[in-house]
């Protein structure tokens, strides 16, 4: 297994305009997960993208998925102050589903 | 949903000595997984803990390093032994809710070894 490759390592945007950030990975997966972590603490997931899905919405949050080109992209939409943080995607391999493997994480600033 | 409580949140320890990490969960789960995270890094799975047999280590961890106890279904240690400055990182376990292994997290032991 392998850690998955995130883009950018660090993103400052204005409150209020969307940031993106990428995944990408080596292996075949099951599912595609995102999570957040603040100041170094307990992660919080996010949201979960299956590998036959293309795209997925939860509030704010808009995921796609390629499997042809192994990426995903996470999107935040009309970013607050309260997104700071690290964002992190997690792949279920396809032959050990039960384990994440983790990608390398961005950390997002939003200014107020 | 789960409610993992991982105890402590954090702890400054001398080198040479070992610190144990206690993770409860409000309830039954199979597997609970450890994760560490070195300063500024990603995640990196150590082990998975079953209940009833040894832990699974992944590459680059090993038992005499990381042991790790699983009596029951909700409980799981991790000790760090024989400490050194380079394993001051956070320390997380998690445990995977539903079939599609959505994983949730403590809040992390912050560890500093001096």
């Known amino acids: 297994s392998q850690q998955g490759e995130e883009d950018p390592q660090a993103l400052s945007i204005q409150e209020g305009e969307n940031a993106t950030m990428n995944c990408s990975y080596k292996t075949s997966i099951n599912n595609l997960q995102w999570y957040r972590q603040n100041s170094g603490r307990g992660l919080v997931h996010l949201i979960l993208i299956r590998s036959n899905e293309r795209e997925k919405h939860s509030g704010r949050l808009r995921v796609t998925l390629d499997t042809s080109k192994k990426s995903s992209s996470l999107l935040i939409t009309a970013s607050r102050a309260a997104d700071t943080a690290s964002y992190f995607c997690a792949m279920s391999e396809r032959d050990s589903s039960y384990k994440l493997i983790f990608g390398s994480g961005t950390r997002l600033l939003v200014r107020p | 949903s789960a409610v993992i409580s991982q105890k402590p949140s954090r702890d400054i320890c001398q080198r040479g000595t070992s610190l144990t990490i206690q993770c409860q969960v409000d309830?039954?789960?199979?597997?609970m997984f450890w994760y560490r995270q070195q300063p500024g890094q990603s995640l990196t799975l150590i082990a998975t803990a079953n209940q009833g047999s040894e832990a699974t280590y992944e590459s680059g961890f090993v038992i005499d390093k990381f042991p790790i106890s699983r009596p029951n279904l909700t409980f799981s240690t991790l000790t760090v032994s024989n400490m050194s400055p380079e394993d001051s990182s956070i320390y997380l376990c998690?445990?995977?809710?539903?079939?599609?292994?959505?994983?949730?997290f403590g809040q992390g032991t912050r560890l500093t070894v001096v």
């Open positions: 309830s039954q789960v199979t597997m």
């Open positions: 998690s445990v995977p809710i539903d079939r599609e292994y959505e994983a949730f």
